[in-house]
T-cell receptor, first 111, second 114 residues
């Protein structure tokens, strides 16, 4: 399977703490994306990082990419209850526009 | 970002019937559309890739005669689940892209086969 792996599979933290999720993938990529999915809902695009970038920020989100290790991390700072969701990384399959999704991290923010 | 609309958002059908799901790009012309399936508490798995005016390319293990994909125009692709069975109950989600752009996702369709 070309599907990437994410860890942890589930993460539960207190509101205000930082949450870090990791993603590993298997093939060469042009870019890596992170998505959020609330239970039973569609995907919300969070951030895209290109293969020539090492770090990217968007509001409370910070994404890193290490192409030598084929891994990425998503950091959510100062977490809020509304951040409770599943988070998926997705890579373009060898440069194609179809995406290969990681298995996801279920994040729970406790008030 | 670009808007992709998927319809219906939820559908319940009887076992043995067929269900059609539409995916429309509202403000751009999508040369390629992708169909994914997501079982409960699992990740999204690509089912097929469709290019406007040509036959869809199915991923390994996906039955092309069961999941009929039509991409007749640059703004519309349809997925028809034929002779649906309870094991086909899932969340189906499409994405659409044009040349050299990222793909944009629809809001998904929850299919329940009873």
């Amino acid at each position: 399977s070309q599907q990437g792996e994410e860890d942890p599979q589930a993460l539960s933290i207190q509101e205000g703490e930082n949450a870090t999720m990791n993603c590993s993938y298997k093939t060469s990529i042009n870019n890596l994306q992170w998505y959020r999915q609330n239970s039973g809902r569609g995907l919300v695009h969070l951030i895209l990082i290109r293969s020539n970038e090492r770090e990217k920020h968007s509001g409370r989100l910070r994404v890193t990419l290490d192409t030598s290790k084929k891994s990425s991390s998503l950091l959510i700072t100062a977490s809020r209850a509304a951040d409770t969701a599943s988070y998926f990384c997705a890579t373009d399959d060898q440069g194609a526009q179809k995406l290969v999704f990681g298995q996801g991290t279920r994040l729970t923010i406790n008030p | 970002g670009a808007v992709v609309s998927q319809h219906p958002s939820r559908v319940i059908c009887k076992s043995g019937t067929s269900v059609k799901i539409e995916c429309r790009s509202l403000d751009f012309q999508a040369t390629t559309m992708f169909w994914y399936r997501q079982f409960p508490k699992q990740s999204l798995m690509l089912m097929a890739t469709s290019n406007e005016g040509s036959k869809a390319t199915y991923e390994q293990g996906v039955e092309k005669d069961k999941f009929l994909i039509n991409h007749a125009s640059l703004t519309l692709s349809t997925l028809t689940v034929t002779s649906a069975h309870p094991e086909d109950s899932s969340f189906y989600i499409c994405s659409a892209a044009t040349v050299n752009t990222e793909a944009f996702f629809g809001q998904g369709t929850r299919l329940t086969v009873v």
